[in-house]
T-cell receptor
């Protein structure tokens, strides 16, 4: 219940590479999925996904949700050193106490020159 | 400007002491959350609250307590029962509907000395 699993845990790539980060979740009471980028302190919002198969895009970043297979991916094309960060995936689950926002362990991305 | 304010940014606690971390938001958000982040790990949910005077335990509530007397405020007390409190603590808030992102404070780094 309300479990979110990210893979890989860490990743090192070279500038210009394309990376795909994965996030799977439990289906029970699932409402939405969010992606965040964390560089030093507070995570910054990237995408929210509620509908299956609809790609969200922002510059070199894009994300899509597959509600049948219970996963989401975050793609980053033409990576830059500034993309180095921890990428967090979170699921919103409806519980008796309201909406519970549960995060995965994150993927540590390092982009090298 | 609307946002979430956490204070203090850095906090040092002696063994056996209780300390309280402040979280205030002026976004008129209903839901508020407390997370703990350890080095190299994702965000683990401590407590969350959907409405005033009501809150729910998250995944790692032992050794922590909260209150929600006002919509804008959700303080977290780290009690002496928390055996390993050194960590980075993040507070977040969302509007009631799941179609809204979570906003984060800048975090409090707590160290036991």
């Amino acid at each position: 219940e309300d479990k979110v699993v990210q893979s890989p845990l860490s990743l090192v790539v070279h500038e210009g590479d394309t990376v795909t980060l994965n996030c799977s979740y439990e289906v029970t009471n699932f409402r939405s999925l969010l992606w965040y980028k964390q560089e030093k302190k507070a995570p910054t919002f990237l995408f929210m996904l509620t509908s299956s198969g609809i790609e969200k895009k922002s510059g070199r970043l894009s994300s899509i949700l597959d509600k049948k297979e219970l996963f989401s991916i975050l793609n980053i094309t033409a990576t830059q050193t500034g993309d180095s960060a921890v990428y967090l995936c979170a699921g919103t689950f409806l519980t008796g106490g309201g909406n519970k926002l549960t995060f995965g362990t994150g993927t540590q991305l390092k982009v090298e020159l | 400007d609307g946002g979430i304010t956490q204070s203090p940014k850095y906090l040092f606690r002696k063994e056996g002491q209780n300390v309280t971390l402040s979280c205030e938001q002026n976004l008129n958000h209903d839901a508020m959350y407390w997370y703990r982040q350890d080095p190299g790990q994702g965000l683990r949910l401590i407590y969350y609250s959907q409405i005033v005077n009501d809150f729910q335990k998250g995944d790692i509530a032992e050794g922590y307590s909260v209150s929600r007397e006002k919509k804008e405020s959700f303080p977290l007390t780290v009690t002496s029962a928390q055996k390993n409190p050194t960590a980075f603590y993040l507070c977040a808030s969302t509007a009631r509907t799941v179609r809204n992102e979570a906003f984060f404070g800048q975090g409090t780094r707590l160290t036991v000395v």
